[in-house]
């Protein structure tokens, strides 16, 4: 089991092992998938890109057994096949890593590798383990079979659900946004991965829309859009992003965004020896017209910092400084707007009620500006929010749809929308465009530049490409603490920042322990 | 305290905890399989008239208790209807349930009150029970009794090293991973709640056919309830189960006997006192935030697809 023979019966590149021939899907009145033909071929990696709700997770919940399609067919091995359930798609090899795991937390990982496989009435925990481990070590893991699945980060999770299809001997595989939860380090390793099933002779299909990972992945990649596949070309025939960019969204993306320079006014947010929940010490000012980018690997000290900003968690020792004000002076009499905005990493948890329409959603954090005494005046809400829908074009664009409806881009521009309408002064904004398309993400970068004029920004990202083209400081977090600050145009300085943020700066500059 | 008083207080404390053991496993099964079941102190009831009932027709305690858990699964299989066919909210239709099965055993047995039916008498282990001080305490009970010993074991292994158990755990944690991996979520669900119902259904049994031989109306008095507290108190564990039902036993025995005693404290005081400690226990118990071992998707539906 830890050396599946796939090797021997690798067929000839002309011939595909799933071949969709003419697929269509539609929900309700909107054509997600139209007349869809695709190959994906043993050994290859095939990307699909396009950008937020252009019909990639359709297309593959079809091919995964999830949805059935309309019309068309889908071809294995040249034979017609019908996967009405995920477990038909299972037994056929074809298994899909989601991008919210489908993991017990509470249980091992042995347990959810395990979980479902017919082993008899006995369990043999011993033996689980050692499956586990075998099989993690054959494709390059590292995950302990006996650790809490909820104690794991994202990228183990992401490594535990790879594994729960390896173990089921899936040789087609698809990665729906696979590198959105994970850490630049953990994407890399994620890659090695997939090099290494792709050298046994999987077949692997990565859905994404960041196109510097598409390009360094993939064999082929097949562009999407609205529902229909516009462009299908090979990766080494793509020279540069930008090209791949401009393919996919059909016009000339600009990654690097236009930034005008804003004079920098009163300080908006003052930290001073921050310590507690993991953060050693953090001393930092901002001010208004400025965006100060803080870099750094997840858990590296965010969360702590980012909660104890916006008050969900009251600083142990050090002070904090919000608009002038002291910590507990600022969250104890907060008003709505020209105060602070948190746009949380967490959209469908923290910024948002899931099962509130959106009208609910957007007074969430607005209704202060739409209360006369003890009513709350919906109707000019109603009027204000529709405006904001069209204006910041989330689809649907129909207030009562409930917020678990959205798509994650979708969601994010319903919270940034919200937010900005607060005329914040001082913006927290954590990981904005994580699982945004790149259109979504340059209007949301353009929405933060702009914002800057008025308010302070801390941008806290993984991303540091997002933080190089938006930030005028870059701060680098490791191990809770500020490894460096980094003005943006000091060019030496930014050559260091992978290195402080994998926290090597400091063996470089002292030897000392 | 004299060992006379203690060791008569313990006994009895084994005794009254059995039938809140049997239904707190048997609530506990139910609720690791994400179903929420409310309706304990119904299931109980019916449980506990059918037992009886069938008693007192065939003259046999065995079957008459293997009826009784038929019935509490029966009983049980309601609440499956509404919340696993009809998706109904668990809550409220476990609610329904106590006041359905609580109205019939009152219905269908106040024809009976005050008779008797044949039912299970100590069976002393020979050599255990002469150990002084545990023996009468532990040994020297019926085999209902010693039966509930062996079951927070079983139910432990079942959950801990079978695939079965670890397919019902996964459906109460995480019925969309359980289904991913190929498990018929709803056909867990199904068999936590009818198990679940059954031994619910024997605890209730419990008290007409060895705690007492006498019908009389809502003889649970409560011990559903408290079930379902306890649950909680063990943090879904069987073993804590135990501890826990021995104590609300011995609570319950010494609340008697404190009434035989002739204390000056008002009787409805003392009646309190289980009452007073289920608050306390879940008070206590929430206050462990964290790891409580709840069943991440207990009392949350499996939405149908499509």
Same mark, same amino acid.
């Not at chain 1, 790149?438 to 540091?464: F, K, S």
């Given at each position: 089991m830890?050396?599946?023979v ?5 067929m000839?590149?002309?011939h595909p ?5 003419r ?12 007349d869809?033909s695709?190959e ?7 990307a699909?890109?396009g ?14 057994g ?6 068309g ?9 019908e ?5 038909k798609a ?5 298994g ?6 489908k ?5 091992t990982v042995?347990e959810?590798?395990l ?8 369990l ?8 586990v481990r ?7 893991m590292?995950v ?9 980060s ?7 659900e790879?594994?729960?299809?390896l173990?089921?001997q899936?040789?087609i ?8 939860v994970?850490t630049?380090?953990?994407a890399d390793?994620?890659f090695?991965t997939?090099?290494r099933?792709t ?6 299909v990565f859905?994404s829309?960041?196109l510097?990972?598409v ?5 082929t990649?097949?562009i999407?859009?609205?529902g229909?596949v516009?462009d ?8 540069s ?6 393919r996919?969204?059909?016009?000339p993306?600009?990654l690097?965004?236009?930034?005008k320079?804003?004079?920098t ?6 930290v001073a ?7 050693r010490?953090i001393?930092f000012?901002l001010?208004?017209?400025?965006i ?6 997840a858990g590296?000290g965010?969360?702590?910092?980012v909660e ?10 050090g ?6 004000q ?5 969250f ?10 948190y746009?949380?990493e967490d ?7 899931p ?7 957007f007074?969430? %954090? ?8 003890p009513?709350?005046?919906?109707e ?9 829908l069209?204006e910041?074009?989330?689809r649907p664009?129909?207030l009562?749809?409930?917020a678990?409806?959205l798509?994650g ?6 919270v ?10 001082l913006i927290?904004?954590e990981q904005?465009t994580?699982?945004l ?8 970068w ?6 800057r ?11 540091l490409?997002? /933080?190089?083209?938006?930030s005028?400081?870059?701060g680098?977090l ?22 402080m ?13 | ?6 060791i008569?207080?313990?006994? /009895? ?6 039938p809140i ?9 139910s ?6 079941n409310?309706?304990v102190?119904?299931v109980?009831?019916t ?8 008693a ?8 008459a208790?293997c ?12 609440h ?6 009809f ?9 329904a ?7 019939l ?15 299970? %008498? ?21 085999p ?17 090293y079978?695939?079965?158990g670890l ?7 995480f019925p969309g991973?359980?289904a991913?991996?190929?498990i018929?979520a709803?056909?867990y ?6 198990v ?8 209730g ?12 109306n ?5 011990r559903g ?5 306890l649950?909680?108190?063990s ?12 104590l609300?036993?011995g ?8 009434q ?5 404290l008002p009787?409805?005081l ?6 007073i400690?289920?608050v /306390?226990?879940l008070v206590?118990?929430?206050?462990h ?6 069943p ?6 499996i939405?149908?697809r499509?």
């Amino acid at each position: 089991m830890t050396n599946p023979v796939i090797g021997d019966q690798q067929m000839p590149a002309t011939h595909p092992v799933i071949r969709l021939d003419r697929l269509s899907k539609s929900f309700g009145s909107v054509q997600a998938n139209k007349d869809i033909s695709l190959e994906i071929h043993r050994g290859s990696v095939l990307a699909l890109l396009g950008e937020n709700g252009a019909g990639k997770s359709t297309l593959m919940s079809m091919l995964a057994g999830q949805l059935q399609p309309d019309s068309g067919h889908i071809y294995l091995d040249g034979a017609p096949v019908e996967f009405t359930t995920t477990d038909k798609a299972l037994a056929a090899g074809i298994g899909m890593v989601y991008q919210h795991f489908k993991l017990v937390e509470a249980m091992t990982v042995a347990e959810n590798i395990l979980l479902g496989q017919p082993r008899g009435f006995w369990l043999g925990k011993a033996s689980m383990g050692r499956t586990v481990r075998r099989l993690a070590e054959a494709y390059g893991m590292h995950v302990k079979p006996d650790a809490l699945v909820a104690d794991l980060s994202m990228g183990e999770k992401q490594q535990v659900e790879i594994l729960k299809l390896l173990y089921r001997q899936s040789s087609i595989l698809i990665f729906d946004e696979p590198t959105a939860v994970l850490t630049p380090a953990e994407a890399d390793s994620l890659f090695a991965t997939m090099r290494r099933m792709t050298g046994q002779g999987k077949a692997i299909v990565f859905i994404s829309h960041k196109l510097e990972e598409v390009l360094s992945i993939a064999d082929t990649i097949a562009i999407l859009k609205r529902g229909e596949v516009i462009d299908r070309i090979s990766a080494a025939s793509i020279p540069s992003a930008s090209e791949l960019a401009r393919r996919m969204v059909g016009r000339p993306v600009l990654l690097q965004v236009n930034k005008k320079p804003v004079p920098t006014r009163q300080v908006v947010l003052k930290v001073a020896g921050l310590q507690g929940g993991g953060l050693r010490g953090i001393d930092f000012e901002l001010r208004q017209g400025e965006i100060l980018g803080l870099v750094g690997v997840a858990g590296n000290g965010q969360k702590p910092l980012v909660e104890s900003l916006c008050g969900l968690r009251r600083p142990r020792q050090g002070t904090i400084r919000l608009l002038g004000q002291d910590w507990k002076h600022f969250f104890s009499r907060q008003t709505w707007e020209k105060t602070l905005s948190y746009v949380p990493e967490d959209r469908q948890g923290l910024a948002t009620c899931p099962s509130l329409d959106l009208l609910d959603n957007f007074l969430l %954090t607005t209704r202060g500006g739409f209360v006369r005494g003890p009513w709350l005046q919906k109707e000019p809400a109603r009027a204000r929010a529709e405006k904001l829908l069209i204006e910041f074009d989330i689809r649907p664009p129909d207030l009562q749809t409930f917020a678990w409806q959205l798509s994650g881009g979708n969601l994010q521009k319903l919270v940034l929308a919200r937010e900005f309408f607060r005329k914040p002064r001082l913006i927290v904004a954590e990981q904005p465009t994580q699982g945004l398309d790149i259109a979504a993400a340059e209007d949301v970068w353009n929405l933060l530049l702009q914002a800057r004029e008025q308010a302070g920004i801390l941008l806290v990202t993984g991303d540091l490409v997002e /933080a190089l083209a938006l930030s005028d400081r870059i701060g680098v977090l490791f191990n809770g603490s500020l490894a460096g600050m980094i003005e943006r145009d000091d060019p030496k300085g930014i050559e260091q920042i992978p290195l402080m943020m994998a926290g090597l700066e400091s063996e470089a500059s002292s030897s000392a322990p | 305290m004299t060992v006379e008083i203690l060791i008569p207080l313990l006994t /009895a404390a084994v005794i009254s905890g059995t039938p809140i053991l049997y239904a707190t496993l048997g609530a506990m099964f139910s609720e690791k399989s994400g179903v929420l079941n409310l309706g304990v102190e119904g299931v109980m009831l019916t449980g506990c008239l059918t037992g009886f009932l069938v008693a007192k027709a065939s003259g046999n305690p065995v079957l008459a208790f293997c009826a009784a858990g038929l019935a509490g699964a029966l009983t049980a299989s309601l609440h499956g209807l509404v919340c696993l066919v009809f998706q109904g909210n668990q809550v409220v239709s476990g609610l329904a349930l106590t006041l359905l099965g609580t109205g019939l055993a009152n219905y269908f047995g106040t024809a009976f009150v005050g008779q008797a039916a044949p039912g299970f %008498t100590p069976v002393p282990i020979p050599f255990l029970a002469d150990i002084p001080g545990l023996g009468p305490v532990l040994f020297n009970h019926d085999p209902l009794v010693y039966l509930s010993y062996m079951l927070p074991l079983l139910f432990w292994l079942f959950f801990t090293y079978t695939r079965f158990g670890l397919n019902l755990r996964a459906t109460g944690e995480f019925p969309g991973a359980a289904a991913a991996a190929g498990i018929n979520a709803v056909a867990y669900r199904w068999a936590g709640v009818l198990v679940g119902g059954f031994f619910m259904g024997l605890g209730g049994a419990y008290l007409s056919l060895a705690y007492t031989h006498l019908w009389t109306n809502n003889l649970t008095a409560g011990r559903g309830w408290i079930a379902v507290a306890l649950v909680i108190f063990s943090f879904w564990r069987p073993g804590r189960a135990v501890f826990g039902a021995y104590l609300f036993g011995g609570i319950m025995a010494l609340q008697l006997r404190l009434q035989a005693f002739g204390t000056t404290l008002p009787s409805s005081l003392l009646l309190m006192l289980p009452y007073i400690l289920t608050v /306390a226990v879940l008070v206590f118990s929430s206050l462990h935030k964290k790891k409580t071992g709840a069943p991440a998707a207990l009392g949350v539906n499996i939405e149908p697809r499509d």
